[in-house]
């Protein structure tokens, strides 16, 4: 096969090359100074980490399955068992035990931390059992540990680099034991693009409102209590009038700043001085309006407007349309996950065991938005249509779903009128 001609980045790519890839203009955004800013936006901001939960938790919610293939029933059970995944069209069977083994929950929870962050990276570790290597886990290595990103020309991934904890050297790891996702790859760039990017803006001034609202709330909301002194007296001397300018200064400065309310509350001036709580005069601007702006962009900004409804049109007429295009994003999301998934650990598993001849099983998540909830009625039908037939699992799922106590197996129904007319 011949090899490529031309290339994706330079043969040495060095640390600036690396954040050039990703055509980033913003120096705060820039990496890895945009690990701190999207850790600040995903923790501080109820908007945007509100948008997060609602990308993430349909997608860690669904079931996933191990779908055969046509592979081996050893290479899929094998599988199966060091996922904890059940297998399409076969009853579940419960692990032993499940501490210390690999969670495939938790595996995807780490793993969507690439739509914040833009990567998400881990490294694969096996353990031999019974002549066969087993997935012990896929150790997450954190965006703030990573120090370089090696990629070669090509534009394919070559290694990382962490940086050197408690006196040791930076650790490279190669890329044959690594899984790494990254949201919105081009080229080269490893480094990704965070679902939070086009969010920034609306961000940014977003805080900055709230901050000049809360300040002006501070200053302004309860007024300015304001002394205004009595005039001296005629008689006396200029150093006479002077020094009572001076003792009603000092003393209505007191009375200001001890001023409370309160049922013995109450204030003593001298004739002619003056107590006032002065507020801001005039209309003061309205920041609910533009935050209330910047939060319907952000929502936008993942696809997930019905966030807005109620506030940006008022009804719920659209809910559906919005609903099915943001269901569409979460698809592609977990297939996302389910493909690198698929490449870099499953197919590593059977390469590592079996060889690379042979046939490997699929991860497939399930298509989120198309559940059908199993009523009384569709049961109903399901049954009189001939689609399902009944028999003892059916009728115990059926019981477990409505909160039925469990059939008595002592217990012999009488026969129904069908039953005695045969």
């Known amino acids: ?41 995903r923790t501080e901001d109820a908007q945007v980490g509100s948008v997060l939960q609602a990308v993430t938790k349909p997608i860690l919610s669904t079931e996933w399955v191990i779908d055969p293939a046509g592979a081996d029933d050893e290479v899929v059970t094998h599988i199966a068992g060091d996922f904890g995944l059940p297998i399409k069209g076969r009853d579940p069977i419960a692990p032993l035990r499940t501490r210390n083994r690999f969670s495939w929950n938790d595996h995807v929870r780490l793993a969507l931390l690439e739509l914040p962050y833009g990567h998400s990276i881990f490294e694969q ?26 990629v070669g020309s090509d534009g394919g991934l070559i290694a990382i680099e962490q940086h050197g904890v408690a006196g040791k050297l930076k650790v490279t790891i190669p890329v044959d034991r690594l899984v790494v996702y990254v949201n919105e790859r081009e080229g080269s760039n490893w480094l990704g693009r965070s679902l939070l990017r086009t969010a920034y803006k609306n961000w940014l001034l977003k805080d900055r409102l709230l901050r000049i609202q809360a300040l002006t709330a501070e200053r302004n909301g309860l007024g300015i209590s304001t ?61 609910d309006v533009p935050i209330r702006y910047h939060d319907e962009q952000i929502a936008r900004a993942v696809l997930a407007h019905f966030l807005n409804l109620g506030t940006e049109t008022g009804s719920w007429a659209l809910g559906s349309t919005f609903a099915d295009f943001f269901t569409n994003s979460l698809n592609a999301v977990a297939q996302h996950i389910a493909d690198i998934t698929q490449q870099h650990v499953v197919e590593d598993l059977v390469d590592r065991n079996w060889g690379p001849t042979v046939r490997a099983p699929r991860i497939v998540p399930a298509k989120i938005g198309a559940q059908h909830p199993a009523t009384a009625e569709a049961i109903k039908a399901l049954l009189e249509s001939g689609a399902l037939r009944y028999d003892p699992a059916l009728e115990a799922h059926v019981r477990a779903l409505y909160g039925l106590p469990v059939r008595d197996p002592n217990y012999t129904p009488p026969p129904t009128a069908a039953e005695e007319a045969a």
């Open 1 to 41: 096969m011949p090899e490529e001609i031309g290339y994706q980045t330079g043969m040495l790519p060095t640390w600036g090359q690396l954040v050039a890839e990703t055509h980033e203009t913003n120096p705060d955004l820039m990496w890895p100074q945009s690990i701190d800013v999207y850790d600040r936006m």
């Open 227 to 287: 002394y205004t002194g009595a005039p001296p007296p005629d008689a006396g001397t200029y150093e006479d009038k002077e020094k009572w300018a001076d003792e009603q200064v000092k003393s209505g400065l007191k009375i200001a700043k001890e001023a409370r309310a309160g049922d013995t509350s109450g204030v003593s001036l001298p004739h002619g001085a003056t107590f006032e709580l002065k507020g801001v005069t005039g209309k003061l601007p309205d920041s």
């Open 125 to 150: 570790v096996y353990r031999p059992e019974g002549g066969l290597l087993h997935l012990a886990k896929l150790a997450w290595r954190p965006p703030r540990t990573i120090s370089d990103i090696k």
